[in-house]
T-cell receptor, first 113, second 116 residues
Framework: AQSVAQPEDQVNVAEGNPLTVKCTYS??????LFWYVQYPNRGLQFLLK??????LVKGSYGFEAEFNKSQTSFHLKKPSALVSDSALYFC???????????FGKGTRLHILP | GAVVSQHPSRVICKSGTSVKIECRSL??????MFWYRQFPKQSLMLMAT?????????EQGVEKDKFLINHASLTLSTLTVTSAHPEDSSFYIC????????????FGSGTRLTVV
């Protein structure tokens, strides 16, 4: 069965520092991987995706993620955090067989001013 | 582009009544719509997949008769919570695959349902 793990419930980072939000996955075959961000009482906003190609994927708002096949990881990163980056972040994997998206439990990111 | 419009954004209803949530794809045709439920501080749980012109597919443990899903057209999918109870209070989100976004998905803005 396909699954996504986000080991951290919450990540605290000082503004201006680099941030990393961790994600590991378990899939059969080649994965389609996504990162989404959710602000309070809002739907999910797409940040970036990995389908194929370069392992380093650049996305919205200065975020990027690195696909690491050997470690089955897809960590989200940003070189310099902003207070406005504070939100709930979801890693997700798409099941190629039926188009379903499976979400990790989410990681709450707090950027401290 | 690739907008899914979800309404209402918030609804409060009395126990025993039914509530309908609509999701419309505004600039593309959505043959498939996914419905999720999100509990406070938790991840999104897939409830069901609606397909235009056919019956929805429900995930294990989701009551079909309680959460009625209709996908009558290529731009509209609805979720009706029937005979709502306080435990149905939650945040409901719809999502559709966007054909122009290379496997991307677009999400509605969510509906906060409170049953009193």
């Amino acid at each position: 069965a396909q699954s996504v793990a986000q080991p951290e419930d919450q990540v605290n980072v000082a503004e201006g520092n680099p941030l990393t939000v961790k994600c590991t996955y378990s899939v059969s075959g080649n994965p389609y991987l996504f990162w989404y961000v959710q602000y309070p009482n809002r739907g999910l906003q797409f940040l970036l995706k990995y389908i194929t190609g370069d392992n380093l994927v650049k996305g919205s708002y200065g975020f990027e993620a690195e696909f690491n096949k050997s470690q089955t990881s897809f960590h989200l990163k940003k070189p310099s955090a902003l207070v406005s980056d504070s939100a709930l972040y979801f890693c997700a994997v798409r099941d190629r067989r039926d188009d379903k998206i499976i979400f990790g439990k989410g990681t709450r990111l707090h950027i401290l001013p | 582009g690739a907008v899914v419009s979800q309404h209402p954004s918030r609804v409060i209803c009395k126990s025993g009544t039914s509530v309908k949530i609509e999701c419309r794809s505004l600039d593309f045709q959505a043959t498939t719509m996914f419905w999720y439920r999100q509990f406070p501080k938790q991840s999104l749980m897939l409830m069901a997949t609606s397909n235009e012109g056919s019956k929805a597919t429900y995930e294990q443990g989701v009551e079909k008769d309680k959460f009625l899903i209709n996908h009558a057209s290529l731009t509209l999918s609805t979720l009706t919570v029937t005979s709502a109870h306080p435990e149905d209070s939650s945040f409901y989100i719809c999502s559709a695959p966007h054909p122009l976004a290379n496997y991307g998905y677009t999400f509605g803005s969510g509906t906060r349902l409170t049953v009193v």
